[in-house]
């Protein structure tokens, strides 16, 4: 055998297989399950190396830190700065303080943070309410008999008040039967059901209110069906307080 | 030449003076202080119109107020929720050794799209109305979730928003019963690897870490609305604030 076969034959041989070299070193060629835990270790320390040495360092952040910005510094305008840019200035300052003065709900506004439970009654910058509320469940309900599946959620958004009711009257949607266990009624009359809403309610839309309960104690907990409820002298506050028209903020 | 008349031309010259001060606007005045103050008008009606933007959106927003130490989540110019903010420390990105300084500017724009990261995840009961018979003393109804229950928050979560910059929000105590409690050694791993990766992404954008109480966290990670938008407001901004 010559020389040049010995060279090139380790690469052609079976892992595992002990080859000598034409200068006469032995040389092992790892199987290729060694192989495979080789690129391991090589892939392990190169992640290592890679997130040992990279990331971020913290340091208390300082006005150094945030610099003028896309706005032109001072010693940029410094030398072409005259009385009547400053003015200009002043002038288009006070221009946006007065559209500024004007966002925002002007009246009374009910924020309503339905994963934490809580709703708060404030007019412009003062609270004037934060209290516990219940929100939707989440929970899902399936109908297998009609097909039917109801995701018991409060939606979020923008509303307004539409109606203020006293002594409302829920009349009860199919859901609320099967829900405890009964097929829905098929006398109209059968679906009223009084006191269960409390004192008062405020119709913010698409059969959703913000009214009374029966379980107090379950204030807090995500329980409704999609509306929102309060404990009854919250809800008086809140009803009286409230108007057609008043914003409901809901996330 | 008389006291009177030797102090008549000081007095005209008094009057140009005055008159010229009064009316003079349009040569241009090499003061720093001029400059000083036109920049900082600059900066406050890029602010303003930057919150007036916000606020005429249809998304919600939160104001990183620096000047108060607080974050506002608001909407349609309405103050929806605040969390009080500890402390407030950027992050420069360093990749393999090799530090990257932030792009000048970085905080002066609205940034869009927030998504949570570990993401929030509401547990729902799947309840089928054939199941339900409340006669029966073995059916087991779902009994209605705390928000601690419904919503575990972990210590540690991030808001990513869409042009690359994270804001971090760290619980500094163990005050709010929801906080997860998951080893250490094993969130400590992968958060390591993602800083890794997010300091290697080329977008030139430091990290903010805002360290808040459990409660404010808590509070901040079940109320904050996928899809938030950001802005950073500096020091001396007036209103500065949504309050």
């Known amino acids: 055998m010559s020389d040049g076969t010995r060279r090139s034959a380790p690469y052609a041989t079976a892992p595992g297989r002990v080859q000598t070299s034409g200068a006469g070193i032995v040389l092992r060629v790892p199987r290729r399950s060694g192989r495979w835990m080789m690129a391991l270790v090589l892939a392990c320390v190169c992640v290592g190396l890679f997130v040992g040495s990279s990331g971020y360092s913290y340091r208390p952040l300082g006005d150094s830190d945030l610099p003028g910005g896309k706005t032109a ?3 940029e305008l410094e030398g072409e700065v005259s009385r009547d840019l400053v003015s200009q200035l002043r002038g288009e300052r006070q221009r946006l303080l007065r ?4 966002v925002g709900p002007r009246e009374t506004y009910i924020v309503i943070d339905r994963t934490n439970n809580r709703l708060a009654l404030r007019r412009r ?12 469940s989440g929970n899902v309900l399936i109908d297998d008999s009609g097909n039917r599946k109801w995701v018991f959620d409060t939606p979020t958004g923008v509303f307004r008040v539409r109606m203020k009711i006293d002594n409302p009257v829920w009349k009860k949607p199919d859901w609320a039967f099967l ?9 109209p009359s059968d679906r009223f059901d009084y006191g269960a809403l409390g004192e008062y309610a405020l119709d913010f839309g698409d059969g959703y209110l913000i009214h009374g309960t029966l379980y107090e104690r379950l204030i807090g907990r995500g329980v409704t069906h999609g509306c929102v409820r309060l404990g009854r002298e919250d809800l008086r506050k809140v009803f009286h307080q409230a108007k057609p028209g008043t914003q409901i903020f809901i996330h | 030449m008389s006291n009177r008349s030797r102090f008549k031309p000081l007095a005209l010259a008094g009057v140009l003076a005055t008159l010229f001060g009064l009316t003079g606007g349009t040569d ?24 007036l933007e916000l606020a005429s959106g249809e998304e919600p927003y939160l104001i990183l107020d620096l000047r108060v130490g607080s974050l506002q989540l608001g909407l349609a ?8 903010i500890q402390s407030v420390e950027i992050g420069t990105p360093s990749v393999l050794f090799v530090k990257r300084e932030p792009s000048a500017g970085w905080h002066s724009r609205v940034w869009n799209g927030a998504e949570l990261t570990p993401r929030r995840q509401k547990k729902r009961h799947v309840i089928e109305a054939s199941r339900i018979d409340l006669d029966d003393p073995s059916y087991d109804p779902p009994i209605p979730l705390t928000p601690e229950q419904a919503v575990p928050v972990p210590r540690r979560f991030l808001l990513r928003f869409e042009q690359g910059l994270v804001v971090e929000c760290v619980a500094d105590d163990d005050g709010e019963p929801g906080l997860e409690r998951n080893p250490v050694w094993l969130s400590g791993i992968a958060n390591w690897l993602r ?4 300091a290697a992404r080329p977008s030139g954008v430091p990290r903010l870490r805002l360290h808040l109480r459990s409660t404010d966290a808590a509070a901040l990670y079940r109320g904050v609305p996928e899809g938030t938008r950001l802005l950073v407001l500096r020091g001396a901004s007036e209103p500065g604030s949504l309050r």
């Not at chain 1, 829900?179 to 006398?187: I, K, L, N, T, Y």
């Open chain 1, 179 to 187: 829900e405890e266990g009964h097929p829905p009624p098929v006398d």
């Open chain 2, 195 to 198: 800083d890794a990766v997010d």
């Open chain 2, 77 to 84: 110019g309405a103050k929806l929720a605040e969390y009080e």
């Open chain 1, 99 to 102: 559209r500024w003065s004007n």
């Open chain 2, 28 to 51: 241009v005045v090499p003061s720093s202080d001029l400059a000083a103050e036109a920049a900082r008008l600059q900066q406050e009606n890029a602010q303003l119109e930057r919150l």
């Open chain 1, 73 to 75: 510094s001072s010693s």
């Open chain 1, 125 to 136: 910058k003062e609270t004037l309410l934060e209290t516990d509320c219940s929100a939707g």
